[in-house]
C-alpha cells in the first residue's frame, strides 16, 4: 500500500512538472527569443493578419503565385495528405485534374513541363513552399496579368529562393506568400 501512494504522488509530482512547468517555460523562452515564430509567422499587411508564411491559402488571381494544391482545401485545423496511393484511381483522376487546370491558367505549358508539386497536393496539405521549377513556370501569366516584366519576376524567384538544406536535403523552393507579398507591395496593393 506505501507503494500506490508512493507511486501516486510520484505521478502527481511528474505530471505538474512536464505537464504545465516544463510547457510553460518552454513557451516563455520561446516567445522572449523568438517572438514571431512562436506567434506562428504571422504575416500583416497595414496591421492586419493575412496569413502565415508556414501555412498556404488558396490563390485563384492570375497576377499571383499559386501554392501546391491541397488535399485539405487549405484549412489547417485539418492537416493531412490524401493518403491515396500511386495507382489508386482517384489520386490518378485528381492529378489529371489538377493538370487540366494548370494547363488551363498556364498557356503555353506542355505536360511534360509540369513538376509534381504542381499538382500533386503536399502530406500536409498547407506546404506554403512550391519548387522553383514550379514558380517559373507561373511567371509569364502573371506578367500578362500584372504587366511586370518576366525578367522582374524571374529575379524575384532567384531573390527569394531557398536552397537545400546544408546543400543536399530537399530541393530549391520559394514560399508563395512571400512572393506575392512582393508582387502587390509593387503593385501598390500591399
Do not use: C
Request: no cysteine; proline share 8%.
Amino acid at each position: 500500500m506505501v507503494n500506490f501512494w508512493r507511486s501516486i504522488r510520484f505521478t502527481m509530482i511528474f505530471a505538474i512538472l512536464l505537464g504545465l512547468i516544463y510547457p510553460l517555460v518552454i513557451t516563455g523562452i520561446g516567445e522572449l527569443l523568438f517572438p514571431y515564430q512562436a506567434q506562428g509567422s504571422m504575416v500583416k499587411v497595414r496591421g492586419q493578419v493575412v496569413g502565415s508564411m508556414l501555412i498556404a491559402q488558396p490563390v485563384t488571381n492570375p497576377g499571383l503565385f499559386h501554392p501546391r494544391p491541397s488535399a485539405v482545401n487549405y484549412a489547417a485545423n485539418g492537416s493531412g495528405g490524401s493518403n491515396l496511393g500511386p495507382t489508386n484511381p482517384a489520386l490518378v483522376k485528381e492529378v489529371r485534374n489538377n493538370l487540366q487546370t494548370v494547363l488551363q491558367q498556364n498557356p503555353g505549358v506542355s505536360p511534360s513541363q509540369v513538376p509534381p508539386d504542381m499538382v500533386e497536393s503536399s502530406g500536409s496539405g498547407l506546404d506554403p513552399d512550391i519548387s522553383v521549377q514550379d514558380a517559373l513556370l507561373q511567371i509569364p501569366r502573371i506578367a500578362r496579368a500584372t504587366g511586370l516584366s518576366q525578367a522582374y519576376l524571374q529575379g524575384l524567384v532567384r531573390q527569394y529562393e531557398q536552397h537545400p538544406t546544408l546543400g543536399i536535403w530537399g530541393t530549391p523552393m520559394v514560399n508563395v506568400m512571400q512572393l506575392n507579398l512582393v508582387i502587390e507591395r509593387r503593385l501598390g496593393k500591399g
